[in-house]
């Protein structure tokens, strides 16, 4: 069974419109995480929340907002969506440890493309 | 802001070789290491990690850090077909215990 999930796999939306993308993780962790891979980029971190709190963001624009409505889902809703938003959103979980780099473990992706 | 440098770009080694991929970063006071393997259309996973100078063996896999240096390499031994994806290299730390920051990536191609 897929310890994370994250839905849809495909989003299709058009310039200036609204998406959320979905996130659970059955691992028990209490930090997740967005990040964001597009073409010839490295993976890109977005944000960490550690017990349904934002420990970090280097996401520059408000048009990024995280939800965390339970300790196991990490949401990304994502607005007035633009073409360079085009990109795959992985979500991660890992442990949570004050001064320890635990494993992020990623779900399989989202693929958003913005027409 | 750390930054994170991997080579080659591309790799094509035979069955059964040594691969060898490299990584450079740019804080010394990072804390973990990480490698991750992609396979196309899938999230990444953890290999293996390393926090302190010296070696680390896991199966086929060694990986080397040295923090003087800002270096580190992953040895994969006796490399196969199913090994050929895209490794990336991934620093913790800076400031933080939660974020990763990611190189862009060697893509190994394992030829039978």
């Known amino acids: 069974d897929p310890k994370i999930i994250q839905k849809p796999k495909y989003l299709v939306a058009v310039t200036g419109s609204e998406k959320i993308l979905i996130c659970e993780q059955y691992?028990?962790?209490?930090?997740m995480y967005w990040y964001r891979q597009s073409a010839k980029k490295p993976l890109e971190f977005m944000f960490s929340y550690s017990y349904q709190k934002l420990m970090d963001n280097q996401t520059a624009s408000s048009r990024f907002q995280p939800q965390s409505s339970k300790k196991n889902h990490l949401d990304l809703q994502i607005t007035a969506l633009k073409p360079d938003d085009s990109a795959t959103y992985f979500c991660?979980?890992?442990?949570?440890?004050?001064?320890?780099?635990?494993?992020?473990?990623f779900g399989p992706g989202t693929r958003l493309t913005v027409l | 802001q750390e930054k994170v440098q991997q080579s080659p770009e591309s790799l094509i080694v035979p069955e059964g070789a040594m691969s060898s991929l490299n990584c450079t970063f740019s804080n010394s006071a990072s804390q973990s290491i990480w490698w991750y393997q992609q396979h196309p259309g899938k999230g990444p996973e953890a290999l293996i990690s390393i926090f302190s100078n010296g070696n680390k063996k896991e199966g086929r896999l060694t990986v080397y850090l040295n923090r003087a240096s800002l270096h580190v390499s992953l040895h994969i031994r006796d490399s196969q077909p199913s090994d050929s994806a895209v490794y990336l290299c991934a620093v913790s730390g800076g400031g933080s215990n939660y974020k990763l920051t990611f190189g862009k990536g060697t893509l190994l191609t394992v030829t039978p």
């Open positions: 991660a979980s890992s442990q949570d440890g004050t001064g320890v780099s635990y494993e992020q473990y």
């Open positions: 691992l028990g962790h209490n930090a």
